[in-house]
């Protein structure tokens, strides 16, 4: 069993391959937690269930390590619940009340208030195997009133007795997503967030906490990562006297909602676990779990190539065909139209809502590009950005009343586009409608759903009405349709970039859109941090032009690929001007890509030289069986003339022998001990020069 009560103790124990989850009922009846990291015996642990008190300021210091609790009494820390009462009162006391057990490995347990009739269910779900532990909660109305819920947390996450607390998060903005960031946490709170209407750029619902001593290999990291693609937040606080709670679910600020008599809300889950073995470890159980647990397929990624950079809106059926053509002499698997293939969609300024097919541009209609696509062997893809709207467009010339506005004011334009109210029930219906038409009547094995802009002006007609929760449900519920409908249809994720990635649409999605900075350099860091949370078999990454259109940098072709294989390989670039030493260099990537896509996508992750520390950066990937690995390694620029550069690998038997070849050249046989604590010599010399390293076991 991974769950236990032991009755005699009132404490419950959560149980995983490596770790120890442990909380209590104390003696006024609440939840307190006791222990969370490496496994111990739960049931010595009875003396850390007590109150405590400091004085009259700091009255009970337990409710810091509540397990779960609700703002009332002489409770001032970020709570996980906050109501307004029907009759005005605003106090929660949370008592508790039972548990279940389901299968084992779901534990809920039930809270009561003390006077009203509220239930609120706090449910675990472990994973032992990954030493992970869902949980979510349920906030039930049985008053005869409507209650107003003003925050509910997903989850409340305690981390004690450390001497010092060091947060690891990731920052950015459009263009340069997942930026890593740490940082000493002091008395107060640290507020990781996004108002914006879906995950954003900005920051990530992810979380990772350690003593200030962890690194890449070794040492106690406690994590957590939400699943939720709307307005969320995470908020790490430390106490005067020493703990640091992790609170985080669905963003309160503007989200005040009525829940009324006999309703239920379910939050996100929020996922948490703890590793011994540091940053690296933390990835790699995430990685898999996702894989594993989240991921609606488990297909592997197809090479593809996208249209838009060599077109952009003027997207025909003729110039189509033709690099159509040379994507499938490159080897691509899968072939996308990007945006301008529909209604008057010569600019961004128009024709966004308008879901039909331009017939100027498609003369003969989509199902000419569609045969022609799938004579080479290809699957066909399509761009859509089914939340927006322009104004000049047949839908908000129809519908101006689908847009998030305000009465009184003029709404926002971004990307000279408004952002349609998924939560009417009529937008919905059109969204769904439109999409289903578009698959039924085409053989379109691929989405890519796009998002451009951010929430602004959410208005409502109704009071009460969650708006910012109904985008999001709606959302997914529309998802989830489609990949009934259309179960061999694959989906991707993509706002503008990485903005919207999270392991709640990552549950409907197929692959991600990391960002629109394809320059391979600043990829490195972005798949670098976006790692940390993510798995590289969701990671979509592209070749594309040299000199960059981002920072007008030069990087050989070689440098650009070895970048995008690192996760799931597209090409962007205007393949149509390639030279013929390019495209037979490229089909050769993409050949050694297909070879080794199953050891990238489904293998163990491993930083073996972060960015940042030297001129070199190296990532390595190991198969799940031991028998295969690839590693690559990247020199930014050459100092001081040259000098031995070794390439220590990780996680390979260090009493097995390994038949390594580099860039394809003649191979060596050498111990996993020497290639972990010796290395592997590289030869790179200059600025952005890139090797491939391969490793078979003998």
């Not at 379109?444 to 796009?450: A, G, Q, R, T, V």
């Not at 022998?657 to 972990?676: A, F, H, K, N, W």
């Amino acid at each position: 069993m991974t769950i236990a009560y032991l009755e005699q103790h009132r404490i419950f124990e959560l149980s995983t391959r490596r770790t120890s989850y442990v909380f209590g009922i104390n003696e006024k009846g609440t939840l307190q937690h006791l222990y969370w990291g490496e496994p111990v015996d739960a049931s010595e642990l009875g003396f850390l269930l007590r109150g405590r008190s400091h004085s009259s300021f700091d009255a009970d210091i337990d409710r810091e390590t509540e397990e779960f609790g609700g703002w009332g009494g002489s409770h001032y820390a970020e709570p996980g619940l906050k109501i307004r009462f029907g009759d005005g009162v605003r106090d929660v006391k949370l008592d508790y009340s039972g548990y279940a057990l389901t299968n084992d490995d779901e534990l809920t347990i039930q809270l009561v208030d003390r006077h009203y009739a509220i239930r609120v269910d706090v449910i675990y779900q472990t994973f032992a195997e990954y030493d992970l532990i869902e949980r979510h909660v349920r906030v039930h109305n049985g008053e005869a009133l409507p209650i107003t819920i003003e925050q509910v947390m997903a989850a409340v996450w305690n981390v004690l007795a450390l001497p010092e607390y060091r947060l690891t998060h990731v920052a950015g903005r459009w263009a340069g997503e997942y930026q890593l960031r740490r940082t000493v946490l002091t008395e107060g709170q640290k507020r990781l967030e996004s108002r914006r209407g879906f995950t954003g750029p900005h920051a990530n619902p992810w979380f990772a906490i350690d003593d200030g001593s962890a690194d890449e290999n070794a040492g106690h990291v406690w994590f957590g990562a939400l699943g939720w693609s709307g307005n969320w937040k995470i908020v790490a606080e430390k106490s005067t006297f020493g703990h640091v709670r992790v609170v985080g679910g669905v963003n309160d600020f503007d989200g005040a909602f009525t829940l009324a008599p006999g309703e239920t809300y379910a939050s996100p889950v929020f996922t948490g676990g703890f590793t011994a073995g540091g940053f690296g470890s933390m990835s790699r159980l995430l990685h898999r779990y996702e894989r594993e647990c989240i991921s609606p397929t488990r297909r592997p990624r197809k090479v593809l190539y996208n249209s838009w950079e060599a077109t952009e809106f003027a997207v025909n059926a003729k110039e189509q065909i033709k690099l159509a053509r040379k994507a499938a002499s490159l080897g691509v698997e899968r072939f996308v139209v990007d945006d301008g293939w529909f209604g008057a969609r010569n600019s961004d300024r128009a024709g966004l809502g308008d879901w039909y097919v331009n017939p100027d541009k498609f003369p003969n209609g989509l199902e000419e590009l569609v045969r022609e696509v799938q004579g080479l062997g290809m699957e066909f893809g399509l761009w859509v950005e089914p939340e927006s709207v322009n104004p000049d467009s047949d839908l908000y010339r129809q519908h101006p009343e689908w847009i998030y506005r305000f009465d009184t004011r003029e709404g926002t334009q971004l990307r000279n586009q408004y952002l349609l109210n998924l939560g009417l029930p009529e937008v919905k219906a059109f969204v769904l409608g439109f999409m289903t038409e578009l698959l039924s009547k085409y053989e379109i094995k691929f989405i890519k759903w796009d998002m451009n802009r951010t929430v602004t002006e959410p208005g409502a007609k109704d009071a009460g009405q969650p708006i910012w929760l109904n985008h999001v449900r709606n959302l997914y519920e529309i998802w989830a349709e489609l990949r009934k409908r259309f179960p061999d249809v694959e989906f991707e994720t993509c706002a503008g970039g990485g903005a919207r990635i999270d392991l709640g649409i990552l549950r409907y999605a197929d692959q991600a859109w990391i960002s629109d900075n394809t320059d391979a350099r600043d990829r490195l860091a972005i798949q670098e941090g976006f790692t940390y949370a993510y798995s590289p078999s969701v990671m979509m990454c592209w070749v594309t032009e040299s000199p960059s259109g981002f920072n007008g940098r030069s990087l050989p072709l070689s440098y650009r690929f070895h970048s995008a294989m690192m996760g799931g390989l597209g090409i962007g670039a205007n393949i149509g001007k390639w030279s013929e030493e390019e495209t037979e260099e490229a089909g050769r990537f993409v050949q050694l890509y297909k070879s080794i896509r199953h050891i990238v996508l489904a293998g163990n992750h491993y930083r073996l030289e972060p960015l940042g520390r030297s001129n070199l950066a190296a990532y390595a990937y190991v198969s799940g069986d031991g028998q295969e690995a690839v590693a690559f390694a990247f020199l930014q620029s050459q100092h001081f003339g040259s000098e031995e550069r070794r390439l220590r690998l990780r996680g390979l038997d260090a009493d097995a022998s390994y038949e390594v070849s580099l860039d394809g050249g003649e191979p060596i046989v050498r111990r996993g001990s020497t290639l972990m604590n010796v290395g592997y010599p590289l030869t790179l010399r200059g600025d952005y020069g890139s090797s491939l390293l391969r490793l078979k076991r003998l």
